[in-house]
């Protein structure tokens, strides 16, 4: 079974702050995904990565920035936290593969960022 | 810009009833349309998909209406049972000859209460 750990469930943070979510998966999968999830507003994508030290942005990248050192590990960094940026941030990995290949997006579940 | 668009909000039902759970997209190089399902604390999971070239994709209670002229498809809940309150995702991908990485455009979402 897939596994997305990451590792935080709630973090609070103050503005200015430079501030780490890191997102771990066992299963070896080429693309992994950071978003946020707003109510009213579903899971807006922030970056992509499809490689190690491979990434691209998403809808949303102001104010975030990522990183892909090992293969198994996407950290999300918000360079200096602003109180818009609360929010709860989910992690996805997805294998290689094309998008009807039965290959879903596995998701952890979640950190709760608050930005005080 | 909200790619794809998703009704209603929030939906309640009686245990039995039928909810459904509408979306739009407006791009139509979408091809292939995931709907995900996502438990309080837990991270969305894949429930069921389908692709443009089928009107109609069944999964035990679960069923996907595709309408590819209107741009528009809806999930059916047959029989709904209190365990399957959680939050509807809707969302779209392109498969763009495989270069996508199955990045996903998601709706906003749909939280449904089914009461006993």
């Known amino acids: 079974d897939v596994k997305v750990t990451q590792s935080s469930r709630y973090l609070v943070k103050r503005t200015g702050e430079k501030v780490f979510l890191e997102c771990v998966q066992d299963?070896?999968?080429?693309?992994m995904f950071w978003y946020r999830q707003d109510p009213g507003l579903g899971l807006r994508l922030i970056y992509f990565?499809?490689?190690?030290?491979?990434?691209e942005k998403g809808d949303i990248p102001e104010g975030y920035s990522v990183s892909r050192e090992k293969k198994e590990r996407f950290s999300l960094i918000l360079e200096s936290a602003s109180t818009n940026q609360t929010s709860m941030y989910l992690c996805?990995?997805?294998?290689?593969?094309?998008?009807?290949?039965?290959?879903?997006?596995?998701f952890g579940d979640g950190t709760r960022l608050s930005i005080l | 810009q909200q790619q794809v668009k998703q009704s209603p909000q929030s939906l309640i039902v009686q245990k039995g009833g039928i909810p459904i759970i509408n979306c739009a997209y407006e791009?139509?190089?979408?091809?292939?349309f995931p709907w995900y399902q996502q438990f309080p604390g837990k991270g969305p999971a894949l429930l069921i998909a389908?692709?443009?070239?089928?009107s109609e994709k069944k999964e035990g209670r679960f069923t996907i209406s595709f309408n590819k002229s209107a741009k528009q498809f809806s999930l059916h809940i047959m029989d709904s049972q209190p365990g399957d309150s959680a939050t509807y995702f809707c969302?779209?991908?392109?498969?763009?000859?495989?270069?996508?990485?199955?990045?996903?455009?998601f709706g906003q979402g749909t939280i449904l209460t089914v009461h006993p």
């Open positions: 791009n139509t190089a979408f091809d292939y």
């Open positions: 389908i692709r443009p070239d089928v």
């Open positions: 969302a779209a991908s392109m498969d763009a000859g495989g270069t996508s990485y199955g990045k996903l455009t």
């Open positions: 299963m070896d999968h080429e693309n």
């Open positions: 996805a990995s997805r294998s290689w593969g094309r998008v009807y290949s039965n290959q879903p997006q596995h």
């Open positions: 990565s499809y490689d190690v030290k491979m990434k």
